[in-house]
T-cell receptor
């Protein structure tokens, strides 16, 4: 069964450092999402891509966060500089064309900022 | 079975009993709702969905009920099994786009 891949699974970084997360969606899925999930809460959408274009980044803290999906396949989410409050699970999801609610989530990257 | 009237962050259920997980949503314009299950260390997994033109939908061992009058959603799990132990989230679409808003989640623990 096809799955969304994410790496690394865990990342510990010091505040003010840069950190990057990678996501490979299910093959053929045009829509890709990055969510942030703080412990004990539901996921919160950070950015949504349709192919290589950003369609929604209204909740992305653009002063320190950036996301790209250059070839419309895999994607990278970057934080620079990291802050203590960025400690969370970062989830990637993808959905097939025409079915935006059918989102398949990856295992996530657990970020700890010290 | 065990039931909760309002959203509670945790639910303890005896194996074999039925579970009812509740969720209150905020946007009266939401027309699509999904229940997700998240096991420890994993991403959320789709369970079942329902559109606002329906009030009930059944899946395998799960039933979702939608009460638009009071903006309430529930997930019923029949014959709860140890593998059902997880955090359950309801999600609603927001406005006219495809953005999903997730609730706070309910942690279900199944007692042997």
């Amino acid at each position: 069964e096809a799955e969304v891949a994410q790496s690394p699974r865990y990342k510990i970084t010091e505040k003010s450092q840069a950190v990057a997360f990678w996501c490979d969606p299910i093959s053929g899925h045009a829509t890709l999402y990055w969510y942030r999930q703080i412990l004990g809460q539901g996921p919160e959408l950070l950015v949504q891509f349709q192919d290589e274009s950003v369609v929604d980044d209204s909740q992305l803290p653009k002063d320190r966060f950036s996301a790209e999906r250059l070839k419309g396949v895999d994607s990278t989410l970057k934080i620079q500089p990291a802050e203590l409050g960025d400690s969370a699970m970062y989830l990637c999801a993808s959905s097939p064309m025409g079915q935006p609610y059918e989102q398949y989530f990856g295992p996530g990257t657990r970020l700890t900022v010290t | 079975g065990e039931s909760v009237g309002l959203h509670l962050p945790t639910l303890s259920v005896q194996e074999g009993d039925n579970s009812i997980i509740n969720c209150a949503y905020s946007n009266s314009a939401s027309d699509y709702f999904i229940w997700y299950k998240q096991e420890s260390g994993k991403g959320p997994q789709f369970i079942i969905d329902i559109r606002s033109n329906m009030d009930k939908r059944q899946g395998q061992r799960v039933t979702v009920l939608l009460n638009k009058t009071v903006k309430h959603l529930s997930l019923q799990i029949a014959a709860t099994q140890p593998g059902d132990s997880a955090v359950y989230f309801c999600a609603e679409n927001i406005g006219g786009d495809y953005k999903l808003s997730f609730g706070a989640g309910t942690t279900v623990t199944v007692r042997a």
